[in-house]
Each structure stands twice: as C-alpha cells, then as structure tokens.
C-alpha cells in the first residue's frame, strides 16, 4: 500500500479504493496507525469475501493467503465484479492511472467508450476537475 497514489484523484473520477483483510480489525487498526495509512481497511473476518474472490486459497488443507485486486462497477443497488488479479499481477500498479484502467470505466477520458461516462461519470483530459489532492473539497 506504500505505493498506492492520493485517494483523491481517484475519488474525482467517482472511483473508490478501499483494503480488505481476512484479519480482524483489532489486528489492522494498530498496523495501518503503524504504517501512516489513510486508505479505507476493511476487515473481511467471519465472512467468505476473501475465499469468494480467490485471495484466500485452500491448499493441501490449509487456507493460504495471496495478494489480489478486485474492481467492481456499482450501478445504484446493484454491484457488479469487473476484474481481479493477483500475485504477479499486481507489479505495475499503484499510481492512479493504473488503478483507473483497471475499472469498467477506466480514466474516463472523452476518447474513451462508453463516451457519455466521460462527462456524466468522470473527469475529462484536461478538466479543471483534475487537481493537486489538497486542492479538491471534500
């Protein structure tokens, strides 16, 4: 998570990032103060999220654990699960746009299909929504 961007320039872009961890949150919390992290952690205990989306792995009788991504695309109620990879898959990412091109949506640039996702969800190239992230509201 070291390498992960400013939040804020995905939430410009009405994209959301957030960890999840088979801990429980007595485990993360002192770790994510530990480690200065801002990112929103979720703590996936006593549920099958991380077996669902293949991050936690049975192996020869025992669960093992993996580094993974997953992007889901949410449309009002509904939430759809667009991409996952994992181990090796994970080495180019971290910086925002690498993020972005992982989503249904993408950068949300106007060149970009759907092309009404640009102006209606994202932020075009060149808009003056794009910022510095202490200069976005909150």
Known sequence: MDQTGHLAHLKARGTTFAAVSRAPYPKILPFK???????PWYSSDASDFNLDFEVTLLYEGKLVERPGVSCFLRDRDRVFHAYSAYERGLDGLGSTTSLLDLTALGRQEEWEEPQECASALG????SERIRYHDEYDE
């Open 33 to 39: 103060a530990r480690m200065g992290w801002t990112v």
């Open 123 to 126: 932020t075009p190239v060149g």
